[in-house]
């Protein structure tokens, strides 16, 4: 599985934030909504209960009968005649604005019979819930509650969720930005940093970072240890240099006493010391050399011994 990095773990986290919260800001929504219907259903169920419809034979063209008395509400009454005719004894008026009736049938009236829909009214302006219960006639008695209060009610809520998640997703976002700014990119740069200093530039230095956050203290101790490791390297280097040095002149010097050594060996392989006075004195000589040889394989030994420290 691949592993992903800081920045795609905290934007992930935020979409997730966002996203929970969305579906949070829906089911409040969805279920105001419901609640509100739940209400007006009751209501329908108490109208429905109640005996209050007009029982006068009321005209067949639809209208209200004109002698009855206006009422202000907001529930709709009529009666749906097994004819198919629709006949109105109150209209929803609320503030001298009257509604239309709502668009029903008698499909839909045996539908509301069951339980209550929603329908929309005749010209469409706005819904009803609807209720219906049978009459001796074979038509239906109908109730209905316009749904305007509650769509409207439901587009608010719905308009405060949609800004309160806009605004909660820029505050998240904007912290993000924040974070990335102070603690993911300084990290970026000293991964890239880290790769110079690898590929073999000891001089790379982290870039100056606010020292009071934890990027700024990782690049400041990141730029502590490495003065100390190019210290360290240089002084390696150096030490290295003096080996070098070392070793030339030692081998230099070990070239004198080993030439008189040899040489005087030589002389007496060749028959050229042939006298006890000339013979002693190359002796005397061979010791000479081969103590200086000793003395500087001693050197030697003890400089190995005092770098092992």
Known sequence: MRHLDL???LLAGIALVVLVQAIIAVIVVSTTRGQMIDQIDERLAVSQSAERFDRRPPPRDGAADPTAP???GDVYEGDLRSDGTLVT???PNTGGVELAAPAVDAEVAAQAAIEPITVDALDGAVRY???TSPSVDGGYFISAIPLDGVDA???RLTTVAAAATAAVS???ILVAVWVLRLGIAPIKRMTATAGAIADGDLSERVADTDPRTEAGELGAALNAMMATIEASFDERVKAEDR???FIADASHELRTPVST?????ELYHAGALSGQEELDDAMRRTDMESRRMSRLIGDMLDLARLDQH
């Not at 050594?261 to 060996?265: D, E, L, P, V, W």
Request: no cysteine; aromatic share 12%; hydrophobic share 55%.
């Open 7 to 9: 920045r795609t773990r």
């Open 70 to 72: 206006e009422r202000l």
């Open 89 to 91: 004894f109150f209209l």
């Open 129 to 131: 819930r609807l209720a």
């Open 153 to 155: 009610t439901a587009a």
């Open 170 to 172: 820029l505050i998240l």
């Open 243 to 245: 080996l070098r040095q």
């Open 261 to 265: 050594i040899r040489g005087y060996a």
